[in-house]
């Protein structure tokens, strides 16, 4: 079994200061782990996904995430914050192995400060 | 753009109706997935197929029912309304096995009067 905790529901930052979203995991296997983006109305979009191969992954929107196996996360940071990144963001799971099904965390409302 | 499209995109029913929401997919992905979005539990899987006619429960499947009769389309199906199945209904594809990520159509909004 799997799943995903995302710590904080609502996160808000100024504009130009660091974005840290937090996610960590619970996994039997070696996980599989995404971050997803929901703007308003519209559907989830996929930013970054972890697969096992670099620990560090950089994704669009110049999101990156590091996976850290010692502490279960998989914390998702962009350097300065643009009032674009106002979102919602979502933090997944996957087994892997022919398991595609994902569990989802929570989701933090990303608010930005002009 | 993973090609996928639902219907309706909004919904207002009564309780107690039967509902159908359709996803379609053009590019043959094998594997389908539908979800719900609720505050405060992000998104939850309700059904999901590997294929043609091989369909399974999610962790939320309790009244609902699906079918996939062909590869690109994936009904939801509401045999009875009711207000809790009021929620925002997204379908999504792994676009090949092992790949693991998922990619999602627009949404459904549903309520249930």
């Known amino acids: 079994a799997q799943s995903v905790t995302q710590l904080g529901s609502h996160v808000s930052v100024s504009e130009g200061a660091l974005v840290l979203l937090r996610c960590n995991y619970s996994s039997s296997v070696p996980p599989y782990l995404f971050w997803y983006v929901q703007y308003p109305n519209q559907g989830l979009q996929l930013l970054l996904k972890?697969?096992?191969?670099?620990?560090l992954v950089k994704g669009i929107n110049g999101f990156e995430a590091e996976f850290k196996k010692s502490e279960t996360s998989f914390h998702l940071t962009k350097p300065s914050a643009h009032m674009s990144d106002a979102a919602e963001y979502f933090c997944?799971?996957?087994?892997?192995?022919?398991?595609?099904?994902?569990?989802f965390g929570t989701g933090t409302r990303l608010t930005i400060i002009p | 753009d993973a090609g996928i499209t639902q219907s309706p995109r909004h919904k207002v029913t009564e309780t107690g109706t039967p509902v159908t929401l359709r996803c379609h997919q053009t590019?043959?992905?094998?594997?389908m997935y539908w979800y719900r979005q609720d505050p405060g539990h992000g998104l939850r899987l309700i059904h999901y197929s590997y294929g043609v006619k091989d369909t399974d429960k999610g962790e939320v499947s309790d009244g609902y029912s699906v079918s996939r009769s062909k590869t690109e389309d994936f009904l939801l199906t509401l045999e009875s309304a009711t207000s809790s199945q009021t929620s925002v209904y997204f379908c999504?594809?792994?676009?090949?096995?092992?790949?693991?990520?998922?990619?999602f159509g627009p949404g459904t909004r549903l309520t249930v009067t």
């Open positions: 972890y697969t096992s191969a670099a620990t």
């Open positions: 999504a594809i792994t676009p090949r096995q092992g790949a693991n990520e998922q990619y």
């Open positions: 997944a799971v996957s087994l892997g192995g022919g398991n595609e099904k994902l569990t």
């Open positions: 590019e043959n992905h094998r594997y």
